[in-house]
């Protein structure tokens, strides 16, 4: 199964900064590379796909970038709304799909 | 619009089998692949299979041995089945939308399974 790590395993921001997360994947996986966002009791919301689309509906303050092995999500300019945990998922080879372990973003 | 609302049991002791159903609601049932992801409390989340229209399924290596899945198509529903559950497969267990090669973009509101003897 290909490995995905998260870097870091948690991050504190204040409103209006701007936060970068490193995903690395244990293979190259080209851009078969998600991010998704879950705030507490609620199931994952899909923010981009092939690592740099952002899915309908979601604010152009994120962006994600990388190709291959390493990829990062920034927010720009943190809203109260963005303090939540983060995951990546690879799509490019399975069975297993899989998932970074997660970064947790919380108020400074 | 896509809506998934699951249900089934949620607490189990200990060699028993979890069992879960997930009704589609909105859009096509035809085409996608059926997926089953799960959250232990305060962890991260695991994929654990899919099935298509077609009954088709592909499964964790890890989970293999004691899942099974189910469509019926006439009821745009689909059901995960884990025999023989330990304390390890207390989660939260979410179904979800997926296509071939592509990530999760509908998700079902989630079921908390606590095994406990």
């Known amino acids: 199964a290909i490995r995905m790590t998260q870097s870091p395993s948690s991050l504190s921001a204040s409103t209006g900064d701007r936060v970068t997360i490193t995903c690395r994947a244990s293979q190259g996986i080209s851009t078969y590379l998600a991010w998704y966002q879950q705030k507490p009791g609620k199931a994952p919301k899909l923010l981009i796909y092939?690592?740099?689309t952002l899915q309908n509906g979601v604010p152009s303050r994120f962006s994600g970038s990388g190709s291959g092995t390493d990829f990062t999500l920034t927010i720009s300019n943190l809203q109260s709304e963005d303090f939540a945990t983060y995951y990546c998922q690879q799509y490019y080879s399975y069975p297993p799909y899989t998932f970074g372990q997660g970064t947790k973003l919380d108020i400074k | 619009q896509v809506q998934l609302q699951q249900w089934g049991a949620g607490l189990l002791k200990p060699s028993e089998t979890l069992s879960l159903t997930c009704a589609v609601y909105g859009g096509s049932f035809s085409g996608y692949y059926w997926t089953w992801v799960r959250q232990p409390p305060g962890k991260g989340l695991e994929w654990i299979g899919e099935?298509?229209?077609?009954?088709?399924?592909n499964f964790n290596p890890s989970l293999k041995s004691r899942v099974t899945m189910s469509v019926d198509t006439s009821k745009n529903q689909f059901s995960l089945k884990l025999i023989s559950v330990a304390a390890a497969d207390t989660a939260v267990y979410y179904c979800?939308?997926?296509?071939?090669?592509?990530?999760?973009?509908?998700w079902g509101q989630g079921t908390l399974v606590t095994v406990s003897s």
């Open positions: 099935i298509n229209h077609g009954g088709g399924t």
């Open positions: 979800a939308r997926g296509i071939h090669l592509w990530p999760l973009a509908y």
């Open positions: 092939s690592a740099s």
